[in-house]
């Protein structure tokens, strides 16, 4: 019973200490907005600074969609990869023969070597993307 008295008792001192600390934290803001260096900055500055926050954000905006059409395009990548093998898999188990078996093969392999062929020539073009919307954004500040 007296250990929930107690626990009573501290409810209303934590409740206090956080509304005190709510004061403190206003209390704080009110003196740096009456500061005297809030007049240092020309309101140019700020709005330089502004501008580049935003041309940031686009940037950002810009290197997402990038990725995930990257993404996208080598998500299907994977997908045919996969069905190659289960081509593969299925040619093979109908084979009767060394030749048809062969032929499976050489065929699975003609068909992954084009994929690497693409695979070399999607990631140059991927990179490039990349460097392009860094490169725009290096040398305006913005999109724009």
């Known amino acids: 019973m007296a250990q929930a008295q107690a626990a009573r008792i501290d409810e209303p001192r934590q409740t206090q200490n956080r509304g005190d600390d709510v004061r403190q934290a206003q209390r704080r803001i009110e003196e740096a907005i009456a500061s005297p260096m809030t007049g ?3 309101t140019e500055f700020v709005e330089m600074g502004k501008q580049r926050v935003e ?3 686009e940037m950002q905006q810009e290197l997402f969609n990038v990725f995930q059409e990257i993404n996208q395009a080598w998500f299907d990548r994977v997908r045919s ?3 190659i093998n289960s081509e593969l898999i299925a040619k093979l188990t109908a084979a009767r023969s ?3 078996t062969a032929e499976a093969y050489q065929q699975c392999v003609g ?5 690497l ?5 999607r990631l140059l073009a991927d ?3 990349i460097v392009s919307v860094g490169s725009k954004f290096l040398t305006n500040g913005s999109a724009g």
């Not at 068909?111 to 994929?115: A, D, F, L, V, W």
């Not at 062929?117 to 020539?121: H, K, M, Q, T």
């Open 98 to 100: 060394m030749p048809e």
């Open 117 to 121: 062929v693409e695979d070399g020539r």
């Open 127 to 129: 990179s490039q993307k």
């Open 81 to 83: 990869a996969a069905t």
């Open 40 to 42: 240092v900055l020309p």
């Open 55 to 57: 041309a940031l954000m």
């Open 111 to 115: 068909k992954r070597m084009e994929m």
